[in-house]
């Protein structure tokens, strides 16, 4: 509820005559573009109208002093009664208070402090606040409350605005570097008749009009894939992913997933890419590839650590995945070193532990895991010098992992066998597992190029480049579970 105190005042502007939630107000300048031209604008006299929401109020009996911000910065206020008159200055004294938007015209000066000052000659309410702002604009402590109010958090700590500038900063950067490169941009369907292209549980939803379940998609993935059947040869697409699994540290079920196919291509040419990219980003966002990152300066300079994956848990556990090919042989070594151990124990779901949970942890500077097995990989390509590994590899940083990467499976018998391991998974009861897509077997058909494909997490990548700690600093309004008293 509005504190009764500003409803008060609310009530007092209206009784005066004055709009408390004007049409419009015409600023002339910002914060900062007034501090950048001070010198200038305050010699000439030149009016200058500003905007912004009043962070302090300092009063002085005939004088007071205030601080407005707006989305470039700070600017100091003064206000004089001989200069305002009577009636504006007590409206301004008596019922304006911290939170509000307020516009202000007058000229710049410095204070005997030295301050660059607006000498207000008029101001006006531009939008009453019905709430009182957090503690003394100091910020939001509480972790809970800064998601749950993302706008006061953003309202209250720059620190956080400055978080979401980068994020775009890197979005933006990520595109030109596709388009450069002669990538097309393109949109796929987020509402799927069927999901695939990950391992994941989809949210289901029902579309009224052709009285069917669809899925919010999991991936990109397929339907990119079909752009290359059509003709095009390569595309990108930068879009919302949604995945029914669990929230930490890394996770959050809605995440947005640049996804990447180029024919002719590999995943050799995919390593290249993801190194020359991030590469590329560094060097705009930060004008360095060195880029600070919790206790450590990461170095995004290519090229990047290369290990094998069966070679990087060996290293890290003693155990040769490939010496035993068995689950249960498997099981029984991983027990023995006590690591953790998957819900649903299979040989690929155990490799997955191993990975997470002994190897990833310990790759800070830019690496990249290569060769997978099959059992991992059901949407790339085999090596042709050993059949129990695919063509594929994942991008890991500050111990996430960052990118997926594969020489993209084109074959249709092939891609239909690892469907139907798949469903013979699923009905095993790994949830996780991929249904068989008919239509995009189908679409294989009739022929795909040899490619080269990449997801991309750009959240990650947005944690990376702003020293984020968590996901959710880098998600404006994460999801967060909804108070009963809401």
């Not at 590994?389 to 890991?396: D, S, T």
């Not at 500050?398 to 997926?404: F, H, P, R, Y």
Request: hydrophobic fraction near 40%; aromatic fraction near 10%.
């Amino acid at each position: 509820m509005p504190e009764d105190f500003r409803l008060r005042k609310l009530d007092a502007l209206r009784a005066q005559g004055v709009d408390p939630y004007p049409l419009r107000f015409r600023r002339t300048h910002t914060a900062q573009d007034a501090l950048d031209r001070f010198d200038d604008l305050s010699t000439a006299q030149e009016t200058v109208r500003l905007a912004g929401r009043i962070l302090t109020i300092r009063k002085m009996g005939k004088a007071a002093f205030a601080h407005i911000e707006d989305a470039s910065g700070r600017i100091q206020l003064y206000l004089r009664l001989n200069i305002l008159g009577e009636e504006a200055f007590r409206t301004a004294i008596d019922l304006f208070d911290l939170g509000d938007i307020v516009g202000a015209e007058g000229v710049l000066f410095r204070t005997r402090t030295g301050e660059e000052t607006l000498e207000v000659r008029r101001i006006e309410m531009l939008a009453k606040a019905l709430q009182n702002p957090p503690e003394k604009y100091h910020g939001l402590r509480d972790t809970e409350t800064r998601l749950r109010r993302r706008y006061l958090d953003m309202a209250a700590n720059p620190d956080v605005r400055r978080t979401f500038a980068v994020r775009s900063h890197v979005v933006r950067e990520v595109r030109t570097f596709l388009d450069a490169r002669d990538f097309l941009e393109v949109e796929t369907p987020v509402l799927q008749p069927l999901y695939g292209g990950a391992f994941a549980r989809p949210f289901v939803t029902h579309h009224n009009a052709l009285d069917q379940d669809f899925y919010l998609r999991i991936a990109t993935e397929l339907y990119l894939k079909r752009c290359l059947i059509g003709g095009f040869e390569r595309v990108y697409e930068i879009g919302r992913t949604f995945r029914n699994e669990g929230m930490d540290r890394d996770h959050n079920p809605e995440f947005t997933m640049l996804e990447a196919y180029q024919a002719y291509a590999d995943y050799a040419d995919m390593m290249e890419l993801l190194e020359q990219l991030y590469y590329a980003v560094a060097l705009a966002v930060h004008g360095s590839p060195q880029v600070p990152y919790r206790d450590d300066v990461l170095d995004f300079t290519p090229p990047w650590q290369r290990l094998r994956l069966h070679e990087a848990i060996e290293s890290v556990t003693g155990i040769d995945i490939y010496a035993y090919p068995e689950t249960e042989a498997l099981l029984a070594q991983v027990q023995a070193r006590g690591i953790g151990v998957p819900a649903r124990v299979t040989w690929a779901t155990l490799v997955e532990e191993l990975l997470a949970e002994c190897v990833e942890p310990k790759l800070v500077q830019p690496t990249l895991l290569l060769d997978y097995p099959v059992a991992l990989s059901p949407l790339a390509k085999r090596r042709a010098d050993d059949p129990r590994l695919v063509e594929r590899f994942e991008g890991f940083v500050g111990g996430l992992e960052i990118a997926n990467a594969f020489s993209e499976l084109n074959d249709p018998l092939d891609q239909r066998q690892r469907f139907e391991e798949q469903v013979k998974e699923r009905a095993a009861g790994d949830e996780e597992a991929q249904p068989l897509d008919e239509d995009f077997l189908l679409a294989l058909e009739y022929g795909m190029p040899p490619t080269g494909g990449i997801g991309i997490g750009i959240d990650r990548m947005a944690m990376l480049f702003t020293n984020s700690a968590s996901i959710r600093d880098v998600i404006l309004f994460p999801p967060v579970r909804t108070r009963e008293t809401e």
